[in-house]
């Protein structure tokens, strides 16, 4: 049976939850409090509960979360940010709308996240080169899993650097039972649709036990308001998360534990049907990733194959990402640590991705299994 399966079924999960969904819905439109109802102060509640920080600030999207704290911090001109090339643009995005540097990283060749030998090297070029000032490392939680925050966090206390968490894909991942909060100023999370825990549009939150970075960054997410709105202290955004969206999200935290847990096993499955012909994300010892995408690598020769031999099986696969951050038209001008990022160039032309949610059932797991079993073997054949 060739006929296509979802890359990530949204349906199910709906299905699950649809009637405490429906009556939350109901209950924020009988009660019109569209912007800022209580379902946000709740939802932040529960947030800060779940992700361990004292303070909870959600918003308009996993963009406002990262630009927010760069915003809160004076981040300007002549200061330096460091990023991984191998992730999502809005993780670089952020540091240029503030007119600073970001400073791109390469990423592990084998858990895909920061190179913390990298970092160091990039923050030590910077220092002597003496035209920027270092001021924030972004970390990204690659496809899931947290990166290697008590190297960078040891790196970043080194410097008087403050720390980002990018856990628009790891929220919830967890490095020997500590989540990202544990090491970072600021945890930083999107909820996009396609997420682990995932709103139905788009929302976002950050995180931080700093109470007045906290306060300062709930002014700039409405407009920079002090004691009376229409006395606005400093320049801020409109970066409020919707009520209706806060509403879905606590009915999807309810079950995240247990999706987390489905995640793991369903990924643990893969591994251990595929891992002889294909090259795995390593989690790092002790973690738990959310597995928003599972990702593997398999000779570049043979990638465009393999997708043209799932695809005509059914089996819908994604390249995430397949042009790093340091070559793309808007951010190629800016600085690469060291001579290049070759681990970034190499994996853009490696990875794939194959279908992962909390919902694929054992069935549907055979079904990716044998197909990517059986195209592997044609795409080996056809090289």
């Avoid at 999502?88 to 400073?103: C, D, H, N, Q």
């Avoid at 968490?165 to 909060?181: E, H, P, V, Y």
């Avoid at 591994?271 to 994300?281: C, F, I, R, S």
Wanted: charged share 20%; glycine share 8%; proline share 5%.
């Amino acid at each position: 049976m060739n006929d296509p399966i979802p890359f990530i079924d949204l349906s199910a999960q709906r299905a699950r939850i649809r009637d405490k969904i429906d009556a939350r819905l109901a209950k924020v439109i009988d009660e019109g409090a569209y912007v800022q109802g209580p379902e946000i102060f709740e939802l932040e509640r529960q947030l800060s509960a779940f992700g361990g920080m004292d303070d909870t600030i959600v918003c308009g999207s996993g963009t406002d979360a990262l630009a927010l704290p760069l915003m809160a911090w004076g981040i300007k001109p002549g200061d330096a940010v460091f990023v991984p090339s191998f992730t999502f643009a809005a993780t670089a995005e952020v540091v240029a709308w503030l007119g600073a540097t970001p400073i791109f990283v390469d990423v592990l060749g084998d858990t895909f996240n920061l190179d913390p030998e990298n970092l160091q090297q990039a923050i030590d070029e910077v220092v002597r080169a003496g035209r920027l000032t270092p001021r924030v490392v972004i970390a990204v939680d690659l496809f899931g899993q947290a990166a290697d925050y008590p190297a960078i966090r040891a790196i970043c206390d080194a410097h008087g650097l403050k720390l980002i968490s990018d856990a628009a894909q790891g929220f919830g991942a967890t490095l020997s039972g500590k989540m990202a909060s544990a090491w970072a100023d600021v945890v930083s999370t999107s909820f996009y649709p396609a997420k682990p825990l995932a709103c139905y549009g788009d929302g976002g939150a950050l995180q931080t036990n700093d109470v007045e970075l906290a306060a300062i960054i709930r002014s700039l997410r409405i407009h920079g308001y002090g004691t009376d709105k229409y006395d606005n202290v400093r320049i801020g955004m409109n970066g409020r998360m919707d009520t209706i969206q806060a509403a879905i999200l606590l009915e999807k935290l309810a079950i995240f534990p247990e999706e987390i847990e489905a995640r793991m096993a369903i990924a643990a499955r893969y591994e251990a049907a595929l891992a002889d012909l294909v090259t795995p994300q390593r989690l790092l010892d002790g973690a738990v990733s959310t597995w928003a995408q599972y990702t593997v690598k398999l000779p570049a020769a043979r990638r465009d194959a393999f997708m043209a031999a799932m695809k005509s099986r059914g089996v819908p696969t994604v390249i995430y990402y397949g042009k790093p951050l340091h070559r793309q038209t808007a951010y190629k001008h800016f600085p690469t640590a060291g001579n290049g990022l070759p681990v970034s160039d190499r994996l853009s032309g490696e990875v794939v991705s194959l279908p992962m949610h909390a919902y694929l059932d054992a069935a549907t797991q055979d079904r990716v299994i044998a197909a990517a079993r059986e195209s592997l073997a044609e795409a080996a054949e056809a090289a």
